[in-house]
């Protein structure tokens, strides 16, 4: 008997030690972390299950099988790194992200609610893209807790409130700051005033105030979209970076004269239309580069010469800024 049970026994434990080896090599050849496919998931299931995130399937692999383009694995700790989405017409909601996400873009997506405040928790990432959504809501000032951040994108959004002062805990890191079409108010902080950018976008909000701190001989910004607003200062005290090369602050209320322009570097666009300038507009390359469009409107009733008319008929300037 011992001669026929000990070979039963055997067989019954080599056929469970197969098993229990054949689901371990199973279960390890699937690289993706567990808890970051159930998030990936739950965004899926919060976009409203689109068919551009077919590949999506918790069936699968999500480092080897998902969509390429849609996100990616870091190769040593197989943690998804990068969420990649764009025009998803599906409207959804954001569900908590993964706080391993070094690049979040989720773009021309529909996704609407606020800021989601977990944002704060994606300790590592740099890159940020939120932009052409219907996000709603105030800008979460937690955001400042992210201090690998060097790229951020809340513009074309319907967001409202103050911009936080908080977020100027952000710099220097982050450079690329974009704002604009929204509808925030209020003024900018002057907790901004030593930061620079590579752009800065506060365009076609309804902001106010002096933001003259933004400019300087020692600010390296290259590019400022500050267009349709209420900002109101005395343009002609500003002093401008060697690397600014756009500017844009077309439907203000700023006012004075314009300032020469003696970067090294010719400018790419300057667009001052739509304030209350007046006076002289300064001779040199720089400024006569310009079209007439990019000075010109009734509202600046005395910028005269080249591009514009000859300065024959000066309005006086108490005149020309009621």
Known sequence: NSFVTNPLKKMKLFLVSLFLLLFLSLCLSEKCNQNDKKALLEIKKGLGNPYDLITWDPNTDCCTDWAEVTLSCDEKTNRVTSINLFKIEDAGYLSPALTKLTFLRISQTNISGPVPEFLSKLKKVTYINLSYNNLVGTIPPSLSQLVNLEFLRLD????????????????????????????????????????????????RNMLEGD????????????????????????????????????????????????????????????????????????????????????????????????????????????????
């Open 156 to 203: 074309r959004n319907k967001l409202t409130g103050q911009i936080p002062d908080s977020l100027h805990k952000l710099a220097p890191k982050l450079t690329y700051l974009y704002l604009g079409h929204n509808q925030l108010t209020g003024i900018v902080p002057t907790s901004f005033a030593g930061w620079s950018f590579d752009t800065i976008d506060l365009s």
């Open 211 to 322: 933001i003259s701190f933004l400019f300087g001989k020692d600010k390296t910004t290259f590019e400022m979209l500050l267009d349709h607003n209420k900002f109101e200062f005395d343009f002609s005290k500003l002093t401008f970076g060697e690397r600014l090369e756009r500017l844009d602050l077309n439907h203000n209320k700023i006012y004075g004269s314009l300032p020469t322009i003696t970067s090294k570097n010719p400018w790419q666009l300057l667009n001052v239309s739509y304030n209350r300038l007046c006076g002289k507009i300064p001779q040199g390359e720089n400024m006569q580069r310009f079209e007439i469009y990019e000075y010109f409107h009734f509202h600046n009733k005395c910028l005269c010469d080249s591009p514009l008319p000859p300065c024959k008929l000066m309005i006086p300037m108490e005149e020309a800024t009621m």
